[in-house]
DNA sequence: ATTATCTATAGATCTATAGATAATGC
DNA sequence: ATTATCTATAGATCTATAGATAATGC
């Protein structure tokens, strides 16, 4: 049965594809999934997609964008909601056990960044600005004696933890996941990395 | 015309195959290249692959195996090499232009991690035997008081170069790109972190 | 009348296998 | 006789498009 919608369902439609396909592609890469496995997701069939889309890489620059600004928004919860430590409490979220086990809902670059560094301009442009966005955001929440200086720092600590998230997850030793995921977080206490690695 | 070689030639065949597909798979992803076209480079034919390997999935294992242990000898090379700071020696190399433009030839982290963490287990168990070698290479080039703070100084500095990696191919922005090289590496520097960041 | 969605399919591509062929290695 | 490679193809999957359909929105 062919059921047209109303413009406004269609763009709760449009809005629906994006979102799924900004989960499953972290889950599963951005050939993890066909246009045909999101459209079924959202209880649409196949042929439809290419009247909300010109083409997967369109979605793909999309989903993209929509995953990048979730992130956005939850850093800005955790940095504005932190006490003391603004970078500690993000660490901690990052670099934990349930970020680690749910690609999905967490950052793009564990998850995605091999296949992006690959993909076509028009996807890197918009990841270029949510990175900017991440560097900028974490800047201001860091210590530090000079906006330059602030922002190296974010640089280092985001490097350190989206690499740790990379590690974590492509080893197959739980043992090696947590030490690695605990060991990055520890270094980017404020307290300075050796005073509390020796702590513990 | 069809042609069966000595057993000598069928073991470099396998190696070419292996070879080949290390450098691929860093260059295009997994998925990136297929079984036909890495026996073409070959010069082989497409069938012929099943002779040499069981599925692809076997294949992607002794790849991924390969590009580990080559990147482990240059590594080797580089601290042993290396003058006062080996550690410096190792992000100088790892976190420049030329890494950054090769990934074929480069580390298997930034250039494969986030399939790798979809990969089945035959897969994962290879590559975390390989990171734990570079974990300890690294931690007995670095600094420390004890062997467990130079392993974690050893893991969080290769999670810093493999994320800087990572969001340096991820950028469209080649002064970003850049940006991001350069603090990173300068953030590894044994003067300490500030020191060199402020000098520059 | 317009258009959001559906049905059906073209055309390309990919992994894996079956069976044939001809050179190696006993 | 064994076997490394080749030819040919089965079977699955994927992106994208063409044309039909029926509800929206003027």
Redesign the pocket.
């Known amino acids: 049965?062919?059921?047209?919608?109303?413009?406004?369902?269609?763009a709760?439609?449009?809005e629906t594809i994006i979102s799924s396909a900004a989960k499953r592609f972290r889950e599963r890469g951005f050939?993890g999934?066909?246009?045909?496995?999101?459209?079924k997701e959202a209880?649409?069939?196949?042929?439809?997609?290419?009247?909300?889309?010109?083409?997967?890489?369109?979605?793909i620059a999309l989903a993209a964008e929509r995953a990048l600004r979730d992130s956005t928004a939850k850093w800005e919860k955790i940095l504005d909601g932190a006490k003391s430590d603004p970078l500690q409490a993000l660490a901690d979220t990052y670099l934990s056990q349930r970020h680690c086990d749910n690609p999905g809902t967490g950052c793009i670059f564990p998850a995605l960044g091999s296949e992006i560094s690959r993909q076509p301009e028009s996807v890197r442009n918009v990841v270029t600005q949510g990175l900017q966005r991440f560097v900028g955001l974490l800047g201001r929440a860091i210590k530090g004696k000079s906006p330059a200086q602030r922002r190296r720092k974010a640089i280092v600590a985001y490097a350190s933890m989206i690499g740790g998230m990379l590690l974590a997850r492509s080893t197959s030793d739980p043992v090696l996941c947590r030490e690695i995921l605990r060991t990055v977080s520890e270094s980017l206490s404020s307290d300075g990395v050796s005073s509390n690695l020796t702590a513990k």
Chains 1, 2 share one sequence.
């Open positions: 049965m062919i059921v047209r919608v109303s413009r406004e369902k269609m709760e439609h449009r050939e999934i066909s246009v045909a496995d999101l459209m209880e649409l069939t196949h042929g439809g997609f290419y009247g909300h889309f010109e083409s997967k890489e369109e979605l």
